[in-house]
């Protein structure tokens, strides 16, 4: 049966979808579950969200590294091309890929394909997103998708630590030995013998780590304080719980063995869902992290207690928009006292303006980022 691709979700459009995306975030941070439906907030149409999880029961492949990724800012002509060109390299080569990696694997390259050939329709892009940007952005998500393809029936096997700029790698699940795909971007400035900083960040409801890296806004953020991103799957929706939230344990041990990394700099960002979840997957091991950052996220009330606890001393940057439907400014403040009447060194940077998508918090986002790094 064929699997209609899980919708991406960049920007809150009606009354309607901002409801349907309010509960979507409730969900994410109370009960998440794989295969629920979902809402395409942008084409408006209900889809099944387990179209990309399916990545987390391949197993079996070899783990692949894609390296350096050039991502211009192209056309739509052009990065219907990729996508065109990525569709005929998984058709041809799907025989080989069903037989080693199970049929699995093949839908969920084919989901991400037609995702983003979908994403280049005419109307796609969101008004407030330039449109050069944003052309950059699904090109590039389109290479990544397309070279993991070929990666894939190439059955090369390389490490995170081979790449430079964007790139994308498979990493073996600690628990289960599925192969999990983990997005990063190395900076230019990368040196093995300067350690440099670590940003794991965490991705939003109905995205993907493809996504992250292939933003150019994360792609500025990281060239300008040589920071190292790295952006875990962590099966989809699954709400960063279970085996998830060890996949992201599983993306950082990858990439402190692949690069010198600054330990003084290793900090827990998402926006979010993955905002939502950075509260939770910290105090799992405290110790490793030295700053988290949510952006249009809060602490829920189930155990906030105990995470203020074991957030103690910790620095914590809350980036919100005053405008945001989903993730209110009431809700993002009401976690900025708890946590500073618990001990957490609280830093708040509102953005006046926009809406609930991470594009749109660039300049709150640009100053959090800077400050957690001590780059300001």
């Known amino acids: 049966m064929p699997v209609a691709p899980a919708g991406r979700h960049r920007r809150v459009g009606t009354r309607m979808a901002r409801e349907s995306d309010r509960a979507s975030v409730r969900r994410a ?20 969200c387990w179209a990309l999880a399916l990545a987390a029961g391949i197993a079996g492949a070899p783990a692949s ?19 065109d060109e990525g569709r005929k390299t998984l058709l041809e080569g799907s025989a080989a890929i069903e037989r080693r990696d199970g049929n699995d ?19 796609m892009r969101p008004p407030d997103y330039p449109a050069a940007e944003y052309a950059a952005f699904e090109r590039g998500v389109a290479v990544l998708d397309t070279a993991l393809i070929e990666r894939l029936l190439a059955g090369r096997i390389g490490e995170m630590g081979g790449v430079r700029g964007a790139g994308e790698v498979w990493i073996r699940s600690s628990l289960d030995d599925s ?13 093995r ?40 799957y962590a099966r989809g929706d699954a709400g960063y719980d279970g085996r998830a939230a060890q996949d992201v344990y599983d993306a950082l041990d990858a990439a402190t063995r692949a690069f010198a990394v600054d330990p003084r700099h290793v900090c827990l960002a998402g926006f979010s869902m993955g905002a939502f979840a950075v509260f939770h997957l910290a105090v799992r091991h405290a110790q ?16 906030r207690e105990t995470i203020a606890r074991r ?34 060194h609280v830093h708040e940077y ?3 303006g926009g809406h609930h998508a991470l594009y749109a918090l660039e300049p709150a986002l640009q100053r959090a980022w800077h400050a957690m790094l001590g780059d300001s």
């Not at 084919?110 to 050939?117: I, P």
């Open 193 to 232: 013998h300067a350690p440099a900083p670590l940003v794991i960040f965490l991705h939003g409801r109905h995205t993907a780590e493809d996504e992250v890296v292939a933003a150019p806004m994360l792609q500025r953020l990281a060239e300008s304080s040589g920071a190292i991103v790295v952006a875990p």
């Open 288 to 303: 490793r992290w030295s700053a988290l950052l949510a952006a249009a996220g809060t602490l829920t009330d189930g155990s």
């Open 105 to 123: 694997v093949y839908v969920m390259m084919e989901a991400r394909l037609n995702l983003a050939a979908g994403n280049l329709r005419p109307g």
């Open 65 to 83: 590294a894609v390296p350096s990724t050039t991502l211009p800012s192209s056309g739509a002509g052009s990065a219907l091309t990729v996508v």
């Open 350 to 352: 509102p953005l006046i």
């Open 29 to 48: 941070r109370d009960a998440p579950e794989r295969g629920q439906p979902c809402r395409n907030a942008r084409a408006g149409r209900t889809i099944r």
């Open 311 to 344: 957030l103690r001393g910790m620095p914590v940057y809350l980036v919100s928009d005053t405008n945001d439907a989903v993730v209110t400014p009431r809700e993002v403040r009401a976690t900025a006292r708890f946590l500073r009447t618990s001990g957490v």
């Open 179 to 191: 192969l999990q795909p983990v997005g990063l971007y190395v900076p230019s400035s990368y040196d």
